[in-house]
């Protein structure tokens, strides 16, 4: 076993080597277990892509053709009750986009224990909400005849949430500054800064709803749910920083669906298993099984230049190094002037190049070179030329 | 507390009581003192009024309902019959209002008058209100899945009929005209309602669901050659030809006539041989690609200096209608009017016969289109026990995903009603019972169930399932193959690009477009696809110190670089004639793209 080991060192991955070790059972006989290294070293050999191969293509096709199936006979949204979360080819798009502002971003907040138990659940729920001056608001009414806003605050609702309610209306002084506040049994009436503005009035009335009062922000709702027995928040709104610093959170495993977000705070090697974990969790809820490698291979793309880019022509086309290229994929005259001023040289080593060209592409049957053991004047044909003039 | 009431979703005041407010406006609409258009919405959700009175919005009628029961009584019903009263009465007397979108969601409306509770506030016109004119003439609609039954009907307004009566001295653009066309057996009221029998669109064939030797998967049918024979879905193809006689500037003027033989661009004799002496070819003419159909000749395009003192004829050009590629016809009619502005104008009417042959499009009236696949000669065709044998074969795979089970109870009702000689009422939510009809054609002497035991045409062997089969209302689609076929080896090519022409009528190619190229690209096939592209090669000399195009001489036989003369090193490079071009456009930009050449080996 050990000889076999160290012969098949170089051959195989150590995954895989390790993989045989920890499966084949003790007392298999020397020759048998020589015929299993020979067998998965046939086989891995096989599994490995040729040199030429455009994997490239073949990953945009694999991932392509169940993305437009998807299109025609899924849900674009699903969740736990308040809490919906973009998914199907909408989110995909997202995802592969590098969208900074996703369409719905959600964390699944997982907890240490005792809280996983349960322990405190709704009242850690609250503290994690973002709560704004709405919940505590019976009614808001607009005095026309004399140009008020009247705010009526929902004293019940504020003594449940032990809010105190001077502390709420110095809030939303602060929040709406320059303009008069005047309290009167729970009903506060704010003053327009020019006189009979109703329009003003209307604008005012949606920003006094979204006045923030506690929470962590960006937290719009956040719903316990019970998961094989473990109690885990799911959020709708996503703020890692500010989550990961609460003591109950367990930070190993909680997560966040915003990509973006991953790269600043954990950096682009966690954005790219996001990437991955994200698209795979997709295409998995739909039941369409991909192989992982053609997501591995996106999403190595999409992080090569140590930030998270698009796969659009703001994002990994930008960084394509042939005019040509990125000239054939939208916005061509751009390309075309910068490549003029700059005095760019096209190799011609991708696929579209060579097409516009019309020269064989450099991948499958057109990568290879012949080499030959003669001696071989690149200059021949030249040669022969002059010779005929 | 006050409502906000919006008056065209702009603020523009308070009411005490939104409801009373509410209900006030609908009241006052009724007994007529509001215009019938006002509409108004009480949001629940928000407890906003919304008053709507602009246009562009979709209403619909629907009949009051006052405590449980319809303002709309029998007398009013009476007197509509006896048209002592109209619709319009109805709406002024607040019997008939019109909802729009919005105050829609404040109604409770019942499909009947039967299901009418207090709280219901409106009742349905008539059930097959919901659906609109076209959508209505698919029998027992109701059973069929929503998507469906809008793809039925978008279907019948591409079937071939008859379109109109005076088709005969009609000048349209293409259109089609079914022979002998046919009421259906399974109708439904919009087909009294439109005058269907006036202008039908499909024929009542035997249909079995069965499958034939496979021939009939992936929705084709099968057709019987003797139905063909028998003149099954035969159908006339029109196609109008036009010449004017236009003015130039100069006074110059197109001519209407036999070109002589000096024109510019003159054909053959033979391609002239159908016109007469007007230049215009006479009717019954049969004609095929390139016999031209109307003679003309046009003044030259460039008068220089010199042309003026020639003679005109000299240099006038060929611009005669001809047939186009893979066209042919029989000419109908000819005829000889003048346009808004007074110029000559000619119309020749082509007809031509439509068998159905392998390739047309059919359909029933449940989005069940199909094309032909195969016309099977009439003895090897199934039949049943008393000699009936199918027009059409349809394949009853296409039943179960689709869910179209108006499909099978038209069968069914088209049995009955071809065997008790009548019509059947198919009408969406009032439709004929299925049970009834069951039990009816049992008292016919035929299965409950509308199958019948059949026999393989070829073998005369008994098949071992029941087949279910009877009439059904099939249309021809307007789209045929005849209009469609094409195919291209060789052929012409367009001037700029040197690619091949697009599009049928000038015998284009097929583009293997981006992700066609993909797939050979995904395949490795890299010099497959060289070769695929190589339609607008092109070998170019190249300077290889300059990197752009050489000159070739090709009268000396020498090359010469425009930049370094003819000492320049030159080769011969191969490219696509579209880089040439964009090539061309750079310089033209004043970019320099200059080519760097080394051995490829």
């Known amino acids: 076993m050990e000889q076999l080991i160290k012969e098949y060192a170089d051959l195989l991955p150590q995954s895989v080597i390790q993989d045989i070790v ?174 009979g503005d109703i329009n003003e009035l209307y604008k005012l009335k949606e920003i006094i709803k979204d006045v923030y009062v506690h929470g962590i922000k960006g937290m719009k709702q956040v719903v316990p749910v019970n998961r094989d027995g473990e109690h885990v928040l799911v959020t709708s709104g996503s703020n890692m920083k500010e989550v990961f610093k609460l003591e109950f959170v367990d930070t190993q495993r909680t997560t966040t669906n915003d990509v973006f977000e991953i790269e600043n705070f954990l950096g682009i090697e966690a954005a790219r298993a996001a990437v991955i974990n994200e698209i795979m969790k997709v295409f998995e809820g739909q039941g369409i099984s991909i192989d992982v490698r053609h997501i591995l291979l996106v999403a190595d793309t999409m ?62 049957t057109g990568l290879p070179g012949l080499v030959t053991g003669g001696i071989m004047n690149p200059d021949h044909h030249h040669a022969a030329k002059k010779a005929k003039k | 507390m006050a409502t906000d009431v919006f008056i065209n979703y702009k603020f523009s005041g308070k009411v005490k009581d939104g409801q009373a407010f509410v209900e006030r406006i609908i009241s006052e609409r009724r007994m007529n003192r509001l215009p019938r258009d006002v509409n108004v919405f009480h949001d629940p959700r928000t407890g906003n009024v919304y008053v709507e009175t602009s246009r562009g919005r979709a209403v619909r009628p629907l009949v009051v309902v006052k405590e449980g029961k319809s303002t709309l009584t029998k007398r009013h019903a009476e007197q509509l019959i006896k048209n002592e009263i109209s619709w319009s009465d109805l709406v002024k007397q607040g019997i008939v209002e019109y909802l729009d979108s919005s105050e829609e969601e404040n109604a409770y409306v019942a499909f009947f008058e039967k299901d009418l509770t207090p709280e219901h506030t409106h009742l349905e016109v008539s059930p097959v209100d919901i659906v609109g004119v076209a959508t209505g003439l698919v029998p027992f609609g109701n059973h069929n899945q929503g998507a469906r039954l809008l793809q039925g009907s978008k279907n019948q307004k591409q079937g071939i009929g008859f379109y109109a009566a005076n088709f005969s001295v009609r000048m349209d653009m293409d259109t089609n005209l079914l022979h002998y066309p046919q009421v259906p057996i399974v109708s439904t009221i919009l087909h009294d309602l439109a005058q ?33 024979d028998r003149g099954l879905a035969r159908s006339h193809y029109f196609k109008p030809m036009i010449a004017e006689e236009l003015r130039y500037s100069g006074g110059l003027l197109d001519e209407i006539g036999t070109p002589d033989k000096d024109v510019k661009g003159y054909k053959s004799e033979r391609d002239y041989r159908f016109l007469e002496d007007d230049g215009i070819i006479f009717p019954e003419a049969t004609v095929h690609e390139g016999d031209v159909v109307i003679g003309k000749t046009s003044p030259p395009r460039f008068l220089n200096s010199m042309d003026e003192y020639n003679l005109a004829t000299s240099s006038r050009r060929e611009s005669s209608m001809s047939m186009a590629h893979g066209q042919e016809g029989t000419v109908d009619m000819v005829y000889l009017t003048e346009n808004a502005e007074g110029n000559k104008l000619i119309q020749v009417r082509l007809r031509e016969q439509r068998i159905p042959e392998m390739g047309d499009k059919f359909t029933s009236r449940h989005a069940q289109k199909g094309v032909v696949s195969l016309i099977v000669p009439e003895v090897d065709v199934p039949f049943t026990s008393t000699g009936i044998k199918p027009d059409i074969i349809f394949s009853p795979h296409g039943i179960p995903s689709r869910m179209t089970v108006g499909h099978l109870l038209e069968l069914l009702g088209g049995k009955v009603g071809a065997l008790g000689g009548r019509y059947i009422d198919g009408t969406l939510f009032q439709e004929e019972n299925e049970k009834d009809m069951r039990q009816e054609l049992l008292s016919y002497g035929f299965k409950e169930n509308g199958t019948e035991t059949m026999y393989n045409g070829t073998t005369g062997e008994e098949y071992k399932v029941q ?48 992700m066609e190229k993909d797939t050979f690209v995904a395949h490795g096939a890299s010099l497959l696809l060289k070769e695929r592209f190589d339609s607008d090669r092109t070998i170019l000399p190249i300077s290889e110190e300059a990197g752009i195009t050489a000159v070739h001489d090709t009268r000396r036989d020498k090359y010469f670089c425009p930049v370094n003369g003819e000492n320049a090193d030159i080769s011969n490079i191969e490219m696509s004639y579209a880089f040439k071009l964009i090539l061309d456009e750079f310089k033209s930009l004043c970019i320099y793209p200059k080519l760097e050449l080394k051995s490829k080996y």
């Not at chain 1, 086989?43 to 053709?65: C, H, M, N, T």
């Not at chain 1, 369409?103 to 503290?127: C, H, N, R, W």
């Not at chain 1, 939208?330 to 002037?337: D, F, G, S």
């Not at chain 2, 249309?475 to 697009?502: D, F, M, W, Y």
């Open chain 2, 467 to 514: 087949i279910y089969v009877g009439p059904m209302y099939y249309l021809r689609l307007k789209h045929q193959v005849r209009n469609k076929v094409h195919s291209r080896a060789r052929g012409p090519i367009q001037l700029l690009t040197r690619q091949p022409t697009e599009g049928r009528l000038k015998e284009g190619g097929l583009r293997l477009g981006e």
């Open chain 1, 303 to 364: 992080s090569m230049s140590g930030h998270v880019l698009g796969i659009n022509r703001y994002g990994i086309v930008k960084e394509k190094p042939s005019v040509l290229a990125r000239a054939s994929f939208e916005t061509p005259i751009k390309h075309l002037i910068s490549a003029a001023i700059t005095g760019e040289r096209d190799y011609l080593n991708s696929v579209i190049e060579n097409v516009m060209l019309n020269q064989p592409v450099p991948s499958g």
């Open chain 2, 196 to 228: 269907y029998d006036k202008h039908p669109s499909g024929q009542n064939v035997m249909v079995a669901i069965m499958s034939f030797q496979g021939f009939n998967m992936e929705d084709a049918i099968i057709l019987n050659q003797g139905s063909v």
């Open chain 1, 22 to 195: 920890d499966n084949v059972p003790s007392g298999t006989s020397s020759a048998k277990i020589k015929k299993i290294f020979e067998k998965i070293n046939e086989e891995y050999r096989f599994a490995l892509v040729d040199p030429g191969q455009s994997v490239g293509v073949i990953s945009a096709e694999s991932i392509g053709e169940p993305s437009t199936q998807m299109t025609l006979d899924t849900f674009h949204f699903a969740g736990v009750s308040e809490v919906n979360v973009t998914t199907g080819l909408p989110r995909v798009i997202e995802i592969l986009d590098g969208r900074k502002n996703i369409s719905t971003s959600s964390m699944e907040i997982f907890l240490v224990s005792p809280y996983s138990e349960g322990k405190d659940i709704t009242k850690i729920a609250s503290q994690i909400r973002e709560t704004t001056l709405k919940t505590f608001i019976k009614e808001i009414d607009i005095n026309i005849s004399n140009t008020t806003l009247q705010v009526t605050l929902n004293s019940k609702s504020v003594e449940d949430a032990g809010v105190n309610k001077k502390k709420l209306i110095k809030l939303l002084e602060k929040s709406i500054k320059g303009y008069g506040v005047t309290e009167a049994d729970d009903i506060l009436t704010i003053k327009p800064t020019k006189e």
